[in-house]
């Protein structure tokens, strides 16, 4: 049995509009990370993920549902934590990003009601607005606050991410297994 639990009415809200959700959506910047960008001295940007995050990202893809990146800004960095959790797809450096995803839903066959989308600032909301589940970490902005479905208990960049994916997780049904799954061992033993 799990610990963690949300209130029946947002879980029915985070199951989406259409026929459950395919894909959920999630900005880099304020979401995954803190929000802050630290540059040096030789002009890279430097960026801390949660690895609370980067796991929910990999069990939203386990129970099939595809984790998508859409982000305003391109960096190595983001590349490299994109490539090690296995992610398939990603946008870098969407000016707009709903003509970033609008390619993606029609790959997936994937209407907005079976789109979740997190985000915290304005370019975020042609997205939040159109998802059939929004979610939104504490330090969004005001506008996007008021377009949630969701605002997270965690901060970006420290299991705001998780939080979305757990709570789409058990909206899905899938919560309880995949737990259920890494309760034993790596090779099988319960």
Request: hydrophobic share 45%; net charge negative; charged share 20%.
């Amino acid at each position: 049995m799990a610990a963690l639990t949300f209130p029946p009415e947002l879980l029915v809200r985070a199951q989406g509009t259409g026929l459950g959700v395919k894909l959920a959506i999630f900005d880099v910047d304020g979401v995954l990370t803190d929000g802050r960008i630290y540059i040096g001295g030789q002009g890279e940007d430097v960026k801390a993920f949660s690895t609370l995050d980067g796991h929910g990202l990999k069990l939203l893809q386990a129970a099939g549902i595809a984790p998508v990146i859409i982000t305003g800004r391109d960096s190595p960095g983001v590349r490299r934590r994109v490539a090690d959790l296995g992610l398939a797809h990603a946008v870098y450096g969407a000016k707009d990003k709903l003509a970033a995803a609008l390619p993606l839903l029609a790959q997936f066959g994937a209407s907005w009601g079976e789109v979740a989308a997190m985000g915290d600032d304005w370019p975020d909301l042609p997205l939040l607005s159109r998802a059939g589940f929004a979610c939104v970490p504490p330090g969004a902005h005001a506008e996007v606050k008021a377009v949630a479905h969701h605002i997270t208990a965690a901060p970006a960049g420290y299991g705001a991410a998780r939080e979305c994916c757990d709570l789409l997780l058990m909206a899905a049904g899938r919560y309880e297994a995949l737990l259920a799954q890494h309760q034993g061992t790596l090779d099988g033993t319960p």
